[in-house]
């Protein structure tokens, strides 16, 4: 028997639940017995399984039953050295990452477009980051990956740097040569870290981009809510190298999750495992021609354009469209919410759908979508799309005050249109995405503004900013 066709911690959970447990331990629902009635239909039957460290089920923190056979199974399928269910989403996993190869002041590379997670990371570390400016796509209108050129240069600038935090795919799936960047790293001695919450299915093959663990990372971060049918927060973290201590990444995560693991969410993750380990030929093919499908419906919409990926690399569940008319992407994304249509993000221009890793014969409404979408936006005019301001790629930047030095500075909020030359004394993040625009004590540059400015103004949402609806933004104090 193949052992991926089994699914260990469910398997536990669904046969502690057949023996009708009276509960005298926590959760206070005691499986599901006491709760709200009006969430009695939704919630029940799920709370069966939210269990606790009991016999036979094991602990997330020392598993010796079936939590270890669980991960075990799951680091056989992606072929590493180990691998770790992790209940507090990408996150937990990318803080564990970074914490358990950085310290206070120790140069680390990273990416500039990464997840505020990362970010936070490195300021819990005191580590000393340097940015790397990634590519701009001009057609699609956002930042992709670092270049080995940049890299190769960022190397040579700080040889004693610890490690670099790469983000793979980004969050339109788009790539790029990470194998250049993972070979040249590893020349130096320096492990890679990739945060590839977007591409957990990677590993399933063409025409799905190769995965960061199969170019070489070292680590890597995945949501597995993302894009595998596993809950939210549910996520795996995986160590592919002798570069990295497994020890060290251990206690983080012991230190950094909760003591009180959810055991539906793990047990969700043992299900997305199974249901990638045991995804056929025959399902690719559904779903491709599926996808195929929807897009070329989409195609015939004249007020929008289905973006294609640069020389047809990418990722096929990610599906971007550019708004052709006067509408934003953030207006287009909000008529779509009339007709129940809820995207996965917008920006400026463009509005992400992610569909979902179909296999053979499995039902979803793609066709009734495109043409609810159809009868929506037939009537729009078409309008170019344009942009009045150039964003810069490659560029190689440190903190303008480090991190250590952050807590002692005073800050005043000024005009978003003279912050330009100041150090930003706040971050602050479109979400989604979940990348920031503007890390607190960095220097603010002219084209930051402007993307602020654009962004306040087409209605984004922010986490972070606390005077942006006052058009104010809190800089670092200068001595007059």
């Known amino acids: 028997m193949n052992k991926q066709n089994r699914i260990p911690l469910y398997e536990a959970l669904h046969k502690h639940n057949n023996n009708n447990p009276i509960s005298f331990h926590v959760p206070g629902h005691k499986s599901g017995a006491i709760l709200h009635q009006h969430s009695q239909n939704l919630f029940q039957e799920v709370l069966k399984i939210d269990a606790t460290e009991l016999s036979g089920l094991d602990d997330l923190h020392s598993p010796e039953g079936a939590i270890k056979e669980a991960q075990e199974l799951l680091a056989a399928l992606y072929q590493v050295k180990e ?208 996808i195929a499908g929807f897009k070329k419906e989409l195609s015939r919409i004249q007020s929008i354009k289905v973006l294609d990926y640069p020389d047809s690399q990418g990722d096929t569940l990610k599906v971007t469209i550019q708004s052709r008319s006067k509408l934003s992407g953030f207006e287009l994304q909000e008529k779509l919410e009339e007709i129940a249509i809820y995207t996965e993000m917008a920006d400026p221009y463009n509005v992400l759908l992610v569909l979902p890793l179909l296999k053979e014969n499995q039902d979803y409404p793609l066709v009734e979508v495109s043409r609810r979408m159809k009868n929506l936006l037939a009537k729009l005019p078409n309008h170019p799309v344009e942009e009045d301001f150039l964003i810069s790629s490659g560029k190689i930047s440190e903190l303008a005050i480090p991190y250590e030095k952050l807590s002692n500075v005073q800050m005043e909020a000024i005009s978003i249109t003279e912050a330009a030359g100041h150090v930003c004394a706040e971050t602050i993040t479109p979400y989604p995405p979940g990348i920031p625009l503007l890390l607190m004590g960095e220097l603010i540059l002219e084209e930051k503004v402007n993307q602020l400015i654009q962004l306040i103004e087409m209605g984004a949402r922010f986490q972070g900013g606390s005077f942006l609806d006052k058009k104010l933004i809190n800089v670092v104090k200068t001595c007059s």
């Not at 790029?176 to 993972?182: F, P, Q, R, T």
């Not at 003591?259 to 047990?267: K, L, W």
């Open 83 to 290: 691998s770790f269910f992790l209940v507090n989403g990408s996150t937990v996993g990318n803080l564990a990452m970074v914490l358990s190869v950085c310290k206070k002041n120790e140069v680390i590379l990273v990416q500039r477009n990464c997840h505020k997670s990362v970010l936070n990371a490195l300021k819990l570390a005191k580590a000393r980051p340097v940015f790397l400016e990634p590519e701009y796509n001009q057609d699609w209108k956002t930042a992709t990956g670092v270049s080995k050129e940049v890299v190769e240069r960022a190397i040579s600038l700080y040889p004693e740097a610890i490690a670099i935090v790469l983000t793979y795919p980004n969050y339109y799936g788009m790539v790029y040569d990470l194998k250049s960047v993972i070979e040249l790293s590893h020349l130096h001695n320096i492990p890679v870290l990739v945060d590839e919450a977007h591409g957990p299915h990677f590993i399933i093959g063409d025409p799905f981009p190769a995965s960061a663990i199969q170019l070489g990372a070292d680590m890597v971060v995945q949501s597995a809510h993302k894009t595998l049918p596993a809950m939210t927060m549910g996520s795996y973290l995986h160590i592919n190298s002798h570069r990295v201590n497994s020890d060290v990444v251990k206690e983080y995560l012991q230190m950094l999750q909760s003591s009180s693991p959810s055991y539906v969410i793990m047990a969700s993750l043992d299900l997305a495992r199974n249901y990638l380990a045991t995804y056929q030929q025959s399902d690719m093919e559904y779903l491709q021609n599926e």
